[in-house]
C-alpha cells in the first residue's frame, strides 16, 4: 500500500523522536553511570558498582590500589567482572563465608534487604588486616545499582584486641588482689590467734610462776613499807593481762612509764601524797604527771574525774 506524503512525514517524526528518546535514555544512563563513579570516587573505602546482575560496572580509586596491591593476576579495575560469580567460585576456607556474601548481595538487589553488610579477616603473608563489606542499593531513577564497599578495620580491630588484653590483665590483677587479700585475712586471723595465745601463756605464767612467790613472800615477815611494796607488785602484776594495762600502754595514749605508775595508783584511789611517797618523788611531780595523763587522754578540758576514766578502761 503506497503512503501518502503526509504519512511519510509523520513516520520520519516518529523515528526522529524514537531516536532522541533512545540518544536521552543514553545520556541518563550515562549520567548515572558518572554520578555513581562520583560516589565512588568521594568515598575512601575501597568500593565497586555493581548493575542488576551483580556485575562490577564501576570502581574507585581504592580499589585499584588494592587491586594493584594485592591481586596482581587480575584486572586492577576488574570492570566487567561478576561479583556473585566471584563469589560463587570461590574455595577452600573462605567458601562458605563468600557464600553467605553471594546470598547478602542477591537479597539486596532483589529488595529483600535494605543492606548486607560483614566483618571479615584478610590476612597477607606480611599483616593481619581486617575489612568491614557492606552492600547497599542506590536509590534513585535509573536502572537498579548497588555499592559494595569494603572498608579497613584493622586500627580498630588492633584496638579491640589491646582493649581485651588490658581487661584481661586487670581481670588477673584483681584476682591476684583477691587471693592476697584472702591471705592477709587469714595471716590477720592466725596474728589475733596467736596473740590470744601469748596472752594465755603469759597469765599462765604470771599465776603459776610468779604470783605463788610473791604470796609467799607477804607471808614472811616484812615492814609496813615493804609489804606496800609487795601489794603494789601485786596489783601491777594482775593489770599488766589486763585491758586497763594494754589500752593504757597502746601508742594511741603514748603515756610514759613514770606516767603509767601514777596512772595505776590514782586508778586504786592514792591520793597524791601517797603517790608521790610510794614513787619517792615529790608531790609537785606527781600534778605534773597527773596534768600530762589528762592531757594526754583528751581530758585537758573537760571537768571529767581521772579516776573515773581510768577505772572506764578496765571495762
Known amino acids: 500500500m503506497k503512503r501518502s506524503p503526509g504519512q511519510e512525514d509523520l513516520l520520519k517524526k516518529v523515528e526522529r523522536l524514537e531516536r532522541k528518546l533512545a540518544e536521552a535514555k543514553e545520556e541518563e544512563e550515562t549520567l548515572l553511570e558518572n554520578l555513581g563513579n562520583t ?100 536509590d534513585g531513577p535509573g536502572p537498579l545499582r548497588v555499592i559494595v564497599s569494603h572498608e579497613n578495620i584493622t586500627a580498630l580491630k588492633f584496638a579491640e584486641e589491646r582493649l581485651l588484653e588490658r581487661e584481661r590483665e586487670l581481670e588477673e590483677k584483681s584476682r591476684n588482689l583477691e587471693e592476697i587479700n584472702t591471705a592477709l585475712k587469714v595471716l590477720l586471723e592466725r596474728r589475733e590467734a596467736d596473740k590470744g595465745e601469748l596472752e594465755e601463756q603469759v597469765l599462765g605464767n604470771v599465776k603459776q610462776r610468779v604470783l605463788p612467790y610473791l604470796d609467799r613472800l607477804k607471808g614472811t615477815r616484812l615492814g609496813p613499807e615493804a609489804k606496800e611494796f609487795a601489794r603494789i607488785l601485786e596489783t601491777n602484776l594482775e593489770e599488766i593481762v589486763s585491758p586497763f594495762l594494754q589500752r593504757l600502754s597502746s601508742s594511741y595514749f603514748d603515756l610514759t612509764p613514770q606516767e603509767i605508775q601514777v596512772a595505776g595508783l590514782v586508778k586504786e584511789g592514792r591520793m597524791t601524797k601517797e603517790i608521790a611517797d610510794i614513787l619517792n618523788v615529790s608531790t609537785s611531780a606527781v600534778d605534773f604527771h597527773r596534768k600530762n595523763i589528762r592531757k594526754k587522754l583528751g581530758l585537758k578540758t573537760k571537768k571529767a574525774n581521772l579516776r573515773s576514766y581510768l577505772i572506764s578502761l578496765s571495762e
Do not use: Q
Open 39 to 138: 560516589v565512588l570516587n568521594a568515598l575512601s573505602v575501597h568500593a565497586v558498582l555493581l548493575d542488576a546482575e551483580g556485575t562490577i560496572i564501576g570502581n574507585n580509586f581504592g580499589w585499584r590500589e588494592y587491586g594493584e596491591s594485592n591481586t596482581p593476576g587480575d584486572p586492577p579495575d576488574t570492570i566487567g567482572m561478576n561479583y556473585l560469580a566471584v563469589c560463587d567460585a570461590a574455595e577452600g576456607e573462605d567458601s562458605d563465608e563468600a557464600a553467605d556474601v553471594g546470598r547478602g548481595i542477591r537479597a539486596v538487589l532483589a529488595g529483600e534487604a535494605e543492606e548486607y553488610s560483614l566483618e571479615y579477616p584478610c590476612h597477607s603473608p606480611d599483616e593481619k588486616r581486617w575489612f568491614f563489606m557492606r552492600a547497599v542499593r542506590m
